[in-house]
């Protein structure tokens, strides 16, 4: 049986390539996508994420929009130096018009009728802040109990993006982050960018990717912008494509290897904000001192088979 998925997103290239790789998926039933401040405004990820559905043929989709500011504080910066202004390179408005409205619900309201309806556990994959997944868990514990994993692209074990510590999704809302981290609601599963780092790919994929088919070349001629930055990031032509990782995983569970460890988010205002302490000291080492009150488990992915998983993305966005 299909595996029931909801995306939340703020898109985002990666995030386009990530919503489309679920919804091109058979092996997926796409049951909703919310949107979330981010890389771009909220009105900029709302319509390109039913942009990304309408080039996939997926009217099917219901779309509600979702925060347009964290949880908390307001931050400082969005990426549209690494996404474009638009978010899609300059490209959204080359994208099909869609036919479907967007849902008159905003996003919590959509996640928890989503999640009530089920008649099976669902995944959640949020590839942007976690604003609305803390909403939906903090308003509706009962929901809780619907969700299989929650699929997170976030994070950062080593050094940052946004900052010397902090990865930009984490970034955007670290009290969110936290909620949904250590609330023991749902598994989570953290998918840093360590690791996605690690599976960027290359100009030649990218132009098997162009000329795979219309979706292929759509998607392609949206990354401009994005892999100009990414020049600059890897220092070779490529592109890292962090949220697809994710999806990926939420697609087909076992796609990353992962460690179980505590995880805590850093809330404080110094330089450290909205980093994630993984706590990978060895078991005994662990046991041996106590535990932060604010650290749970999580599965942190660390690894894959990058050949594998580059050609499984691939094979899935054409």
Known sequence: MARKLIIDTDPGVDDAFALALAA???????????????????????????????????????????????????????????????????????????????????????????????????????????TNIAALLAAHPAAAAKIERIVIMGGALGHGNTTAAAEFNIWSDPEAAQRVLAGDDAPCVLVPMDLTYRCAVDAAWLDELDSSGPIGAALHALTPDYREHYRGALGWDGMVIHDAVAVAEAIRPGTLRTDRVPVQVECSFGPGRGATHADRRLPALRASTDAPDAASDVDVAVDTDLDALRALLLDGLR
Do not use: M, Q, W
Not at 29 to 45: F, I, K, M, R, Y
Not at 48 to 76: F, Q, S
């Open 24 to 130: 091109l998926s058979s092996e997926v039933d796409l049951l909703g996508v919310t949107t979330v401040h981010g890389n771009v405004p909220l009105s900029a990820t709302t319509i390109n994420a039913r942009r990304i559905l309408a080039l996939c043929k997926r009217a099917d989709v219901p779309v509600a929009a979702g925060a347009a500011r964290p949880l908390v504080h307001r931050r400082r910066k969005e990426a549209g130096e690494v996404h474009g202004a638009d978010g899609l390179s300059g490209r959204s408005a080359a994208l099909p018009e869609p036919s479907r409205p967007l849902d008159e619900r905003d996003a919590v309201t959509l996640l928890a009728d989503l999640l009530e309806a089920a008649d099976e556990p669902v995944t959640i994959a949020p590839i942007g802040p976690l």
